[in-house]
């Protein structure tokens, strides 16, 4: 056990002499076309977005880590049918659910184009039939990079409607098993520019997320604000090496690893080049 615990340790200090962060198994996972990635608790399942570069086709891709290699990708078994787009999986703090979005059919909203918050259950092998979350916590404006607290309370990105900030962060609460009305999560998170994909730390302590705030480093930046007393604190940018003059995006907070991954972009005329990152991560660091 001491030992073990040793080991762990000395990890941890060796990560943390990390001066830059690494891209994501390059060629297997990270090939110049993928965003979104989420990773079980235990480490050893992940699921990402396949853009190759575009947003004309979106699928969610699969694999597993098994002695210390990624396997070979395959289409989620949930995802990979071309006549609808898919994005932006993430794990529950159980590891037992995915939250992602699609544009697949609404059987009660028909005429609905935009992407919905499903999700997906862990069975004994694989995984089950996807199920829409709703229309009180989806509507016919967009919703994407959804996730979940571990009383169930989920996090969002929607399109405002009247275009005031372009997009905002909401909550719709868990109640008595059933989905609240959203609320905007309000000043200082949200603001007049673009604040969207927000990964929420299960205990809802904290929340990370990007906006386009112009005082940023580049395109989009990632921050992280806190909830204290009930409110949500003075967004921190995330700084350097973590923010840079391009994009970032899609931050995913892995609790065991004490890891943050995300997505880093940069376009090139008509396509983005985009592979996800890893970077050892200290929330309490940011906590004032």
């Known amino acids: 056990m001491y030992r073990l615990t040793l080991l762990f340790f000395l990890g941890s200090l060796s990560s943390l002499a990390q001066d830059a962060p690494i891209m994501l198994a390059p060629d297997v996972i990270s090939n110049g076309g993928v965003f979104g990635f989420t990773l079980s608790p235990d480490g050893t399942e992940a699921f990402w977005v396949q853009s190759k570069g575009k947003r004309d086709t979106l699928i969610i891709l699969h694999a597993?880590?098994?002695?210390?290699?990624?396997?070979?990708?395959?289409?989620?078994?949930f995802s990979g049918n071309g006549a609808w787009k898919d994005i932006d999986p993430v794990f529950s703090p159980d590891g037992d659910m995915i939250l992602f979005q699609s544009t697949r059919p609404v059987e009660s909203k028909p005429g609905r184009t935009g992407f919905d918050i499903?999700?997906?259950?862990?069975?004994?092998?694989?995984?089950?039939?996807?199920?829409?979350?709703?229309?009180?916590?989806?509507?016919?404006a967009s919703e994407s990079y959804a996730s979940i607290t571990t009383r169930g309370h989920i996090y969002f990105m929607k399109e405002n409607e009247n275009g005031t900030g372009r997009s905002d962060i909401y909550v719709s609460r868990l109640v008595n098993g059933e989905y609240q009305v959203p609320e905007n999560i309000g000043l200082p998170v949200n603001t007049d520019e673009r604040e969207s994909n927000p990964y929420i730390l299960p205990d809802e302590s904290s929340l990370l997320y990007f906006s386009s705030d112009p005082t940023g480093a580049g395109?989009?930046?990632?921050?992280?604000?806190?909830?204290?007393?009930?409110?949500?604190?003075?967004?921190?940018?995330?700084?350097?090496?973590?923010?840079?003059?391009l994009a970032e995006f899609c931050p995913f907070f892995h609790l065991k690893q004490k890891r943050l991954y995300f997505a880093r972009q940069k376009k090139e005329g008509t396509r983005m080049i985009e592979d996800i990152y890893y970077y050892p991560f200290d929330v309490e660091a940011f906590r004032k």
Do not use: C, M
């Open 64 to 77: 597993r880590f098994v002695k210390g290699q990624w396997q070979t990708p395959h289409p989620a078994p």
């Open 118 to 140: 499903w999700a997906v259950k862990k069975t004994k092998d694989t995984w089950g039939a996807p199920y829409h979350l709703g229309n009180t916590i989806n509507s016919d």
């Open 219 to 245: 395109d989009v930046d990632l921050y992280i604000t806190f909830r204290k007393n009930g409110k949500w604190t003075e967004p921190q940018n995330l700084g350097g090496p973590v923010n840079t003059p």
